[in-house]
């Protein structure tokens, strides 16, 4: 069975699906890996690297792609006169594509999977259950997006994180505030620690605090009654009423008075991401202060954010909206991707290296966009997708 891998033609994209030790691990298993030359480029993996671990180098995508049973992906595949390629015709019916999909914000884009025969995965639909963490590429990858918005906060910041006592006198440590600790967040905290900065956080989730605390962060509650109820059965966050928003505001622009850095992380699944901060909220800090926008491809929680733009208002406050944050330390969200996604793929394979998509498993179940030329995820049939449209709009 072979599996291709492509290089990502999308905007500010410079992972790749596979890493020479996934195809390594694809190859023991005997399965037959053909890689397209260059796709490992942006991630520092060289055409030699993919051979020496067993790939095949084909010259262009065409080629790569042409007969493969199963296609890995980061990015959803170029489709009609998208930068001047259509991946998606490359591709034979029947073929297993896994990718980052974004089903719920391309909908026309799955019913052109359908059409087009393939059976697609949407690994960010994966369930965060025990047994589907190796497969986790949110969580990698969100994992990563912390820890180097933290770096490029301090980078942009004029003055340094640590406090230091040095003979011309003392410089005061930095103070950062976390907005949403998730994934992303705990690592922006923990780095920021690890920085030297004095860190706080907060968070609609209550289970959100202790893991704050634990790495040395002050939370800051907003309503501990709201929180209580703010977390979904799936672990994500709820969409918070006007007046949590009106509250947090208050409580959020009183701290920013002696804050020098924000890092916003806040995501609702399958919908628009939470305003956090106004623009009068970002007037309450003082020139020179940096503020990093995680959520800006979401729609952002920073107004004034700017999608892949690092933008200077008019009062001196650098607001940071980077795309695609995991691709900026691509060698290692490349890494733990190519993982993931192996990880992934061996739900799919049996033992004879044969196809094998089990319905039953509540892991494919959740991640299976189409089938047999249909759309059949759950979260994906119209009611669900109405409600998400509405919500994002
Ligand atoms: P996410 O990316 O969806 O959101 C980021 C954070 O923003 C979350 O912590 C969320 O609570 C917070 N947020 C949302 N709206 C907010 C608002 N208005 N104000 C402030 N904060 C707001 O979340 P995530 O990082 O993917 O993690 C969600 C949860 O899932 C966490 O509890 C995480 O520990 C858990 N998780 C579990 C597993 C697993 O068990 N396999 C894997 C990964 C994550």
Partial sequence: MRVA??????????????SPDTIKRMVDKGLEVVTESGAGEGACFTDAAFAAAGASIAADATMALRDADIVLKVQRPLLGDEAGSDELKYLKRGAVLIGLLQPLRHRAEIEAYASAGIVAFAIELLPRITRAQPMDALSSQANLAGYKAALDAAVEFGRAFPMMMTAAGTIKAARVLVMGAGVAGLQAIATARRLGAIVSATDVRAAAKEQVESLGATFITVDEAAARSAETAEGYAREMGEDYRRRQGERITEILKR???????????????????????VAELAPGSVVVDLAVE??????????????????????????????????????????????????????????????ADEIIRATLLTENGAVVNPALLPSATADARSAAS
């Fill in 5 to 18: 891998i492509i290089k990502e033609r999308r905007t500010y994209e410079r992972r790749v699906a596979a």
């Fill in 259 to 281: 804050t020098d850095i924000v890092i916003c992380t806040a995501l609702i699944p399958g919908r628009r991401a939470p305003v956090l901060l106004t623009e009068t909220m």
């Fill in 298 to 359: 979401a729609g952002g929680n920073v107004e004034g954010s700017r999608l892949g733009e690092l933008v200077t208002t008019p009062n001196g406050v650098k607001i940071i909206g980077y795309a695609n944050m995991p691709s900026r330390i691509a060698v290692d969200a490349s890494q733990l991707y190519a993982r993931n996604v192996f990880n992934f793929l061996t739900l799919l394979v049996d033992k004879d290296c044969k196809l094998k998509i089990d319905p």
